[in-house]
């Protein structure tokens, strides 16, 4: 079966400061999207960076970098300088080919940023 | 460019009683979803429309529930009779067209409590 696990159910952080958020998966798939999103409290999901599996190098946006380790089937996102609006669920997610283009979510894991 | 919108943004209703919910996607998204959020997990694809084409309805409990996707635009989703266990929030997204690993771009959710 194929899985995303979030080992981190809740984590935390200092305002300006660096945090990881671990995500691993199982597939046994070759072509594949990775995903991070972003659910604020009360507020809609929005996507934060998006990763192809064939592409070594790892995808930026802004504050937001991966660590993509296609060998070890892990992705995990890390935010500079930490801002209180940072303060949200983040999931991770892949889309594995012939799936249906579905994509496969872990639990989250929920990120509080602190002054 | 105007969001996927989504109403009501909440409901309480009683077991057995029957609810709807209408979605209104990004204009020129050929690619309409919906999923069920229970608090504490990540989102579960419940159906996935391409254009007024149902291409994904596995995990949809047929005898309850029931969507459309009108014209290739607008979808409602109903359940009837709901259940206890049908307290979620309820996410409908929107994609541009049916590449894989597009992004998905999300309204702001139907929180359902059912009691």
Redesign the interface.
């Known amino acids: 079966a194929q899985t995303v696990t979030q080992s981190q159910p809740e984590m935390s952080v200092q305002e300006a400061e660096t945090v990881t958020l671990s995500c691993t998966y199982d597939t046994s798939e070759n072509n594949y999207y990775l995903f991070w999103y972003k659910q604020p409290p009360s507020r809609q999901m929005i996507l934060v960076i998006r990763q192809e599996a064939y592409k070594q190098q790892n995808a930026t946006e802004n504050r937001f970098s991966v660590n993509f380790q296609k060998a070890a089937k892990s992705f995990s996102l890390k935010i500079s300088d930490s801002q209180l609006g940072d303060t949200a669920m983040y999931f991770c997610a892949f889309a594995p080919a012939g799936n249906n283009r579905k994509l496969i979510w872990g639990l989250g894991t929920s990120l509080a940023v602190n002054p | 460019e105007a969001?996927?919108a989504q109403s009501p943004r909440y409901k309480i209703i009683e077991k057995r009683q029957s609810v709807a919910f209408w979605c209104n996607p990004i204009s020129g998204h050929a690619t309409l979803y919906w999923y069920q959020q229970i608090l504490?997990?990540?989102?579960?694809?419940l159906i996935?429309f391409q254009n007024n084409g149902v291409?994904?309805d596995s995990q949809l409990p047929k005898d309850r529930f029931s969507a459309e996707r009108l014209k290739g635009v607008d979808s409602t989703l109903k359940i009837q009779p709901a259940k206890l266990e049908d307290s979620a929030v309820y996410?409908c997204?929107s994609s541009l067209g049916?590449?894989?690993?597009e992004?998905?771009?999300?309204?702001?959710?139907t929180r359902l409590l059912v009691l």
Do not use: I
Request: glycine share 24%; no cysteine; aromatic share 12%.
């Open positions: 969001g996927v504490g997990q990540g989102p579960k694809l996935q291409v994904d996410l997204a049916d590449v894989w690993g992004t998905q771009y999300f309204g702001p959710g």
